[in-house]
């Protein structure tokens, strides 16, 4: 198992690189508020949102802690029939995780359709060139 030769290696290849990523959203979204609020303060407002509760679902179902607290409790359990179970509750960790639960399709959805929202209201803006909004689209 990887995190038994090193739980750095194991945290590494699970999705906190890419949380980081989502979550330099968190300084983008607010940024981006305040600069086209004045254009379209509803639009903003839903696009903030969705952003918002998109990162709050990555956040919330990521599962690298989860699986290596598993993977803890395997290295020390003692029966068959303990690992068997832990076998099936790490399975249902990876079937819940970021990657392949419905909320990862929400979410996606949510970031996408913030995204098109903001490079909408940034058309109207003059703080922002034509080929900004159209890269965003």
């Known amino acids: 198992m990887v995190h038994q030769s090193s739980r750095a290696t194991a945290v590494l290849r699970g999705d906190l690189l890419i949380l980081l990523l989502i979550a330099l959203y968190l300084g983008t979204i607010p940024a ?73 399709y929400a979410g996606g959805i949510l970031l996408q359709g913030s995204g098109f929202i903001i490079s909408w209201v940034m058309l109207g803006s003059r703080s922002f060139s034509k080929v900004t909004p159209l890269s965003g689209c």
């Open 32 to 104: 981006l508020y305040a600069a086209l609020r004045p254009i379209s303060p509803v639009a903003m407002t839903l696009a903030s949102l969705f952003s918002l509760l998109a990162v709050g679902g990555a956040f919330a179902t990521e599962a690298t802690f989860s699986l290596l607290h598993l993977g803890d409790l395997y290295a020390t359990a003692v029966t068959d029939t303990d690992r068997v179970q832990l076998v099936a509750a790490a399975e249902a960790v990876i079937a819940s995780d970021m990657w392949h639960s419905t909320g990862a």
